[in-house]
């Protein structure tokens, strides 16, 4: 075989590769929930099986197809978040005893310690799959990571020349948490005694915020990425993250196209921070000032 023909089927494979990456994570996506309920107006009730079978079959086919054997190891990973948190998840928080604690008449903090507590088992189990699989912290970015790590420059987002992300992280997250608290202060426009009330929930604010940024950073980002990171390439991998995390934000707040917008934005450039930093600070600390921005209103409110 020539060399030419070598590089020609290289590329083919590639492109193989990349056509399952996008299909797949497309079809394990909110996608296909939001083009049943949105575009057709069904009743969604039961889809988590759907996903849950979209997913399964996309992980047989890694499984099987040698060309697509590469990806096996992301798309079980989003198979088992699946089945943790569409189906195990739901039957935990419909069950008598965890609506004792956390349902019903539930207070706002003890409702809220219960969801992110069943965040927080997505997580383990994630933490348990790589761990299984023969990963260390440091592969699957759970460590500070390089602060002095320069940040790749890309014109569409301004960024033009690389600096140390010890430099562009803080400016980034005051960035990021300004804008969400413009955006959240010009929809619900709080009174200062609002803010007077919530300021005793401020302590749980702040440990709901470290733990959901955690458990959304680790399984939907860190994990994801040290999968597709080494067989797709940075560009692909940060896009396919970004595009999954947007996609699973359109029932979020805010919803809807804007809010598929925002958080894929968002989650390119935490994205960004953890493969160039090979770590998980900037991308968590990033997350937890937005989400004590967040969470705050909710306690205004609760």
């Known amino acids: 075989m020539t060399s030419q023909s070598t590089e020609t089927a290289g590329s083919l494979r590639r492109k193989y ?23 057709l107006g069904k009743d969604a009730s039961g889809f988590d099986w759907v996903r849950l079978g979209l997913a399964l079959l996309v992980v047989v086919l890694t499984l099987l197809w040698r060309e697509a054997r590469p990806l096996f190891g992301y798309f079980l990973l989003l198979f088992v978040i699946h089945i ?3 189906i195990v998840n739901p039957l935990v928080a419909e069950s008598a005893l965890w609506q004792a604690w956390f349902g019903g008449d539930a207070s706002w903090a003890m409702s809220n310690l219960g969801v992110h507590l069943l965040g927080l088992f997505v997580s383990l189990v994630v933490l348990a ?12 970015f759970l460590v500070k990571g390089q602060s002095d790590a320069p940040v790749e420059p890309v014109r569409w987002l301004g960024i033009r020349r690389p600096e140390p992300w010890r430099r562009f992280g803080p400016p980034l997250a005051a960035i990021i948490t300004a804008l969400t608290l413009l955006f959240l202060v ?26 959901n940024a955690f458990n959304e950073e680790l399984p939907f980002r860190a994990a994801l990425l040290s999968q597709l990171l080494p067989v797709v390439g940075k560009d692909q991998a940060l896009w396919l993250t970004a595009i999954l995390f947007g996609l699973g934000h359109f ?20 994205g960004k921070s953890m493969a160039e930093t090979r770590g998980f600070f900037w991308a968590w600390f990033i997350h937890f000032l937005q989400d004590v921005v967040i969470f705050f209103f909710f306690a205004m409110f609760a």
């Open 17 to 39: 590769l990349l056509l399952v990456a996008w299909v797949g994570t497309l079809l394990v996506s909110t996608l296909p929930l939001i083009l049943w309920r949105e575009v």
């Open 129 to 140: 799959v790589l761990t299984l699989r023969g990963m260390k912290p440091a592969q699957y």
């Open 84 to 86: 943790v948190a569409g």
């Open 251 to 270: 029932y979020g707040v805010p919803n809807g196209l804007p809010g598929v917008f925002m958080a894929g934005l968002l989650g390119y450039l935490l």
């Open 186 to 211: 010009s929809g619900i426009r709080p009174s200062w005694g609002d803010v007077m009330r919530a300021l005793p929930f401020l302590p749980l604010v702040l440990v709901f915020a470290a733990l």
